[in-house]
Each structure stands twice: as C-alpha cells, then as structure tokens.
C-alpha cells in the first residue's frame, strides 16, 4: 500500500465522521450539539490537512461519497452519543491503522495528532453515555471487549458504510 | 518503558495518597499495566535476545480488577488536587513524548503501539483533568490519625 492509498484511506474516514456528526446532532442535548458542531469542525479541518497532503503527491484527493449509511437507527439521544462515541473509534482505529502502515514522518505526525484527538473525544462522548462506567481505553483505536470491533484494516466501513451514489435519473 | 514503571509506581502512590480516587486512579494503573505489557511483548518480538514479562498483550481483554490499596502513611503527604495536578502534568508529557517515538519507530506495529499509548494518555490527563476540577484543593488526601484534620479543634 502506497502513502497516497494510506492518506485516502484517512481521508473516507474523515469524510464519514463528518458526516455522521451531520445525521446524530440533532437528537444531542444543546449543549452537547455545540460540542458536537466543534468535532465535525475538526474532522472537516483534518480532512483538509489529510487531502492536502494527497495533493502534495500529486494526485486529486478522493471525493467525499454522496451518502452513507449509519451502523444503527439513531432515534435519541442514547443513540447519538453512541454513533459519536462509534465515529471517534473509527477515526482512532483509522490514524493507528495509519501509523502501522507508513514511516513517512509527515503523516505519522498527523496521525498521531488525530488518533489523539479521536480518542479524546472518544471518551467524553462515552462519558456523557454514560458516567460511571470505565471510559478509558489502554490502546485507543484496537478493538475493545464488548464494544463493537473498530481497529479495522479498512477503517472507513468501521464508522460509516459508504452507500453507493444513486443512479441519475 | 521506564516511564510506564515510573508512572505505574506513581498511581499506587497516588492512590495511597488519595483513596477516595482509587476507582479513577486505579482504571488509569491498569492500561498503564497494560501499556508496560504491551510495550515490552513488542520490544521482546525484536530484540530475540530479551524475554516479555508473562503479562497480557495489547490484544488481551483489560481487566481492571480492585487493586489492594496500600496502607496509607502516617506522614501526610501533598493534598489530593496536587497529587492529581502531577499526574495529569505527567501524562500531558509522556503524551508528547510517546508520540514523537512514534513518529520516528522504526517497525509500523510498534509506531501503531505507541501512538495507541499516547492517545491513551493523552486521556488520561484529560479524565484526571476532569477529576481535578471536582476535588477541592484545600483538603488533604490522607488525614493521618495522629494529625488533627480540618476543622478540628486544636
């Protein structure tokens, strides 16, 4: 695998989170949209650095899919915060994947950076869900017991399943 | 790897010194138990030379069993919120520090390890951050039995 299918990897899985913070925003409490609205944000800015990067080789980033689809319905608040909590995982399981799969310095820095943010973000939204359970992780972006598997080697159908575009009509 | 033992032997003090932390402290004590595990299984697979401690790998279920609490010191030592301000400084600073390991690792599984334990520490300072700002500072951790504690009359 080259840097550039890496970095397009990185980037479906950008493209999906932001998505997914678009479809679970509106079931959040207000206070929780806000901070919801700043991580899309931030996956919006990191996938701009991921797409630079791309451009920097030469090469046109991927565009983002038309639609995707969610792993569940998300009807609530519970479910929202869990579809967040699932993004971040995803975005975690993604960089470390990243990590594993270049020595290129330039996106291992970023990498890092992200797996960082997303595992952070990760936890709070699994605080919010809830409190009192252990929110921490010893390896962020590996697979957890009882959680839904995340560290995949094709990260983006770890968050969000790209749909295929519908026909044009 | 000496900073996970150094952080490890760091938490069981913490813990001693702050015990009404210790389910925080003690789910912290264990990724960095298994950090340490993982860390040295990965070292051991490229020094053949050098032998893994028998513990469970970064693949292995966490388990965050109660750890004993040790007795607590007849000396006070620093209050709970500056017990609690050291360790989130400490992790901030491993953070960093793992990170650039992983930047520069040589193999891709061990840049993928370390930057997993970054991440988690980085996690780590921001729960402790978030415990912090619910400890009043004021009161001490440990209150030993022969020192009179707040608000008690000389």
Redesign the interface.
């Known amino acids: 695998m080259t840097d550039v299918d890496v970095l397009q990897t990185l980037l479906a899985t950008e493209n999906a989170a932001a998505y997914g913070y678009g479809v679970l925003g509106g079931h959040l409490a207000s206070a929780e949209r806000t901070v919801a609205s700043q991580a899309e944000d931030a996956h919006l800015a990191r996938r701009d650095a991921v797409a630079r990067l791309v451009r920097d080789r030469g090469v046109s980033p991927t565009p983002a899919a038309p639609g995707y689809v969610v792993p569940g319905p998300v009807a609530d608040r519970t479910a929202a915060l869990t579809l967040a909590a699932r993004l971040e995982d995803g975005a975690?399981a993604a960089?470390?994947?990243g990590?594993?799969?270049?020595?290129n310095?330039d996106i291992?820095?970023l990498?890092?950076?992200a797996?960082?943010d997303?595992?952070?973000r990760a936890?709070?939204w699994r605080?919010l869900l809830a409190p009192t359970a252990?929110?921490?992780?010893?390896?962020?972006?590996?697979a957890?017991?009882g959680e839904p598997p995340s560290a995949s080697p094709t990260p983006a159908s770890a968050s969000l399943t790209s749909a295929p575009a519908p026909p044009r009509s | 790897m000496a900073a996970e033992v150094s952080l490890l032997a760091g938490y069981d003090a913490a813990i001693t010194a702050a015990p009404t932390l210790a389910a925080v402290l003690s789910a912290i004590r264990a990724d960095h138990a298994a950090h340490r595990a993982a860390l040295d299984a990965e070292l051991a697979r490229r020094s053949p030379g050098r032998t893994a401690a028998p513990q469970p790998s970064s693949g292995t279920p966490a388990v965050r069993p109660p750890l004993a609490v040790p007795t607590p010191s007849p000396v006070a030592g620093p209050d709970a919120a500056t017990t609690v301000q050291d360790l989130t400084a400490t992790e901030t600073a491993n953070a960093a520090a793992r990170s650039d390991d992983a930047i520069v690792a040589a193999a891709g599984p061990l840049a993928a390890v370390l930057g997993s334990v970054a991440a988690s520490e980085a996690v780590h300072a921001t729960v402790l951050a978030t415990v912090l700002a619910t400890v009043p500072a004021t009161v001490p951790a440990t209150v030993p039995a022969t020192v009179p504690g707040p608000g008690t009359p000389p």
């Open positions: 975690a960089y470390r994947y990590l594993a799969a270049t020595p310095a291992r820095r990498a890092v950076a797996l960082q997303a595992a952070v936890v709070r605080l252990p929110a921490t992780r010893p390896f962020p972006g590996e957890f017991p």
